[in-house]
Structure formats: C-alpha cells, structure tokens
C-alpha cells in the first residue's frame, strides 16, 4: 500500500497587530485539519503578526505578546497534527523571522529565515537578523525542508536542505501581488525543483495591507516543474494536498489547477480587495466619493460598489459653473448603473464667497490656476466634511499618469483615505472600465454588465475647473504621457534613451521636471493599491528637494 502523507493548506488572511484574531483563524484551520485526518497544517509566513508589520516589529512589547500568542496556540493545538504557522522569534538581542512546527502542546521546532529581503517593498535587513541554514524536521514518516519565503529564492538554500535529507520543499509566504509576479514565482521555484529533484509545496498569503495586496495563488510542483496543484489568486481556501511516497520518492497527488486569470483580471481583483480590507481592517462599512462624471471616478465608484455593495457607497456631484450637463448626466447614469445613492452638493455660492473674502488681495492680479485649484479644494472639503459627520471613508480618485505629473490639487480633489487606482496609468484606467463592462465574476458585489457608459471612457478627460477644458490643453495626450512616464518610471531610461526611442526631447524633459517637483504632493497622498513594479511609496522612494535633470 502506497505510504500516503496529507498536508492542510491554509491560504488565509491576516490582519497586522490582532494577535488573538489570527490565532485563532490559524486554530479554526489545524481544527479543519485534524477532522479531515491530516498529518501536518500550514499557515503561511508571519501569520501570527500579519505582514508586513514594518516598525511594529520592533517594538519589544509587540514581539512579546506575539511569542505568547504562539505559546499559548501550540497548547491549544495539543491533541492532533503538528501546525507550522510563521511569527517573530527573540534570542537576545538577536530578531528572526521564525517560522514555528507547533506539536504536543509546545513549539517542536522552528526554522529561522536566513536570506532577508532588501529590495522592493522589503526592508527586512533593517528588521531582522539573519538566521542559519535550518535543517529539514521529520513529521511523522516524511522529512521536509522549510525555506522560508526568501529564502526559496537562494539556490543554496534549497541545495543544503536537500544535501541534508529533505525529501519535500515546503515555502511559506508573504509575497505580495504585482503584475506578472505569478510568472516570476513559477520560474524561480521551478528552478529549485530542477536543481533540487524534490517537490515543491509555495503557500502564500491572502489579503491586503494598506498599499499592499497578498494573492495568495499558492500551488505545489512536482520534481521537473510539472504543476501538482493551484490555488485561487485572492480568495481564502483551505484545502486539502496529499503526497505519495512512490519508487522514486515523495510526490505530490494531482490536485485542483484553478486557471490562473489575465493581468486585468488580477490588476482590478487586487483593487477590489485591497480595498475592502483597508476599510474591514481599519474600521470602515462605508465610502463616499466625488462623482465627477469622469472615467476616474466612475472606476474608483465601481471597484468600491465591488468591494463592499453599492448601498455602501455614498457618491457626491459638486458641480459649479463649469460642469457641463453631459457630466451631470454621465455621473448619474454610473450611480444608477451600480445602484449607488447619488446626492448634488453645488459649490458655486461656497466658491464666490471664497473669491469675495480674498478679493482685496487678489486685486490687480488675473485669473489663473489658483482660482481653479479654490473650486477643488472646497470639494475636498465639501467630502471630508460628509466624511466627518457620516462615518464613511473618503476615497480619492487620481490615477498615477495625474499623480507621476503632480495634475491634482492638494488638499482638494487630492483629499482622502484610500485611492484604489493610484498605481493605474490612465491609458489602463481607460481598459480597466472596458474589462469591467465586459466581465463580471463571483467575488464582485455590484451588478454585471455595462455600468460604465462608453461615452464616458470615449470623451477627452477634464477637470472642468474653467470653461472648455481639456486635460491635453495642460499635457502631452494620455498614450505619449503615459509611454514616457513607464520609461521614466518603471524602467528607469535615460532622457536620451526615452529620445532614441522616438520621443520629442523637449516633452521627454517637461515630463520628467514635472515627475520630479511633484515629489512633495506624491509625499502626502493617500496610499493605494500596489499593482506595478515601481508603485509611488515604498517601491519608488526619491528626495523630496531634487534638483538634479538627466540632460544626458
């Protein structure tokens, strides 16, 4: 009879600083475990914490109450399988990130993570100290190896658990979702298994965490790369994987392969989710939003009626004098599309007033931005004063072409708690509105079918600050800016690599001086959903004063 060996996945979301919440999440799991006769139950990396805690962690009070927490989950998991869950370790002086095989009522074992990622989104060498090479833990008939997270990332990792008898890699996770990541985490662990010759079980995490989203997406390979087993991108699972001990070793019994979805698909599941979790984890049951009739805030509309039912969300009109009716028309055609409340809020009189209290400094001066940047700034606080008396967040709608150029106004369209398309180029936003209207999936609350009208995705974008405005008027056309801003951005190019490539000079250097001196705004924006390799916040991370150009 072929030696059998079950493992409970548990692809779960954790919220940073509950300690008890996520024990107990983790307890729930090992109880589903044990009652399906499992022989071991996993939780991903820092589970116990959340991740990523960033300064939290150093707190000794915090690691204190962490490790307790540990302690007192590994009694109550005392009768059944062995649990490994992630969570901080203290030697000393000495921080780890530890990853924990809680058994008999006690912690059996712990790995401590020996490469610390520094890149990215990731400052763990400011945090923890690397660990030593763990050893492979026998549980029950099978020895496996645990590298933890990064560390599946080193082939020596992977190449001394292996010479010191690990028969299966298991990798727990907390790697957060950027497009094209999944590809890059295949090619990276397939590598392992190649070199290696043992399968390969990645659990990550689910959730998100204030610009960060975790897709989870775990999955299993077999010796040669094959693909054993695939979880759903951003959904919690518990699921159940077994593995075969055959002639030539363990491996992994074929399993659920949920296809994986198109980059669209996971770009807007991760808005969607981040942002219900940044409103469920903060404290939040309710948004409210300007509704200007525009394409940005029709999408940030749609991925909040999504995240948390259109009867959460609280639209807002705040039209003046330079609003057209088509605007009118077009913001409540989207509120009535998701079954959202709309209310009007007029600025005109607010807005004469505020030009009649600073007449007499104003005179002798002419019109400009500054009188169009007085009608943004009391729609910010027309909405926060919403915010303040009805509970709800306030979210903000610029997308990251307005926010790389610095086109929003501080304290006004700029105000607010969450953006969800922050790291979306406009160019994007534009798709995202036609893939939304053309797809509707399980996980989406607000109703199927075309709730953004194509007119409102087809006509030429404007703040309508003043009369016939366009956005162009004051930029390059969204496909140029936005081909510029990836090259500036993204990939880091040269001006004179951005001009060999067929751009005009003079807009190449507009738009990166614009890029630079707009650092201070960016500095004090709301967070928002990370989808890119170069998001605004912990990825791109620049001097506010700057005086440096490429004039190469």
Known sequence: MTEIFRITLAQLNPTVG??????????????TGRDAGSDFVAMPEMFVTGYQTQDLIRRPAFQRDAMLAIEELAARCADGPPLGIGGPWVEGAALYNAYFILQDGKIAARMLKHELPNDDVFDEVRLFTPGPISGPIRIGPLRLGIPVCEDAWHPDVAETLAETGAEVLFVPN???????????????TVARVVETGLPLIYLNTVGGQDDQVFDGASFALNPGGALAMQLPAFEEVISEL??????????????????????????????????????????????????????????VATVAADAIGPENVHCIMLPSEFTSQGSLDDAASVARALGCKLDTVHIEEARKAVGGALAHLFEGTQPDVTEENIQSRLRGLMLMALSNKFGGMLLTTGNKSEMAVGYATIYGDMSGGYNPIKDLYKTRVFETCR????????????PAGEVIAPRIIDKPPSAELRADQKDEDSLPPYPVLDAILERLVENQESIAEIVDAGFDRATVERVEHLLYISEWKRFQSAPGTRLSTMAFWLDRRYPIVNRWRDRG
């Open 242 to 299: 077994t593995l075969e001990n055959t002639d030539e070793g363990w491996r992994v019994a074929q399993g659920e392969t949920v296809p994986v979805a198109d980059a669209w698909e996971q770009d807007y599941h991760a808005m969607v989710l981040s942002l219900r979790d940044y409103l469920g984890k903060s404290g939040f049951k309710r948004v409210l939003l300007g509704l200007s009739g525009g394409i940005d805030s029709a999408l």
């Open 435 to 446: 893939w939304r209207n053309a797809n509707h999936r399980p996980w989406m609350m607000a």
């Open 18 to 31: 509950a300690l008890k919440a996520n024990a107990d999440k983790a307890f729930a799991a090992w109880e």
């Open 174 to 188: 907390g790697s957060p979702y950027r497009r094209g990541k999944r590809d890059l985490r295949l090619n990276v």
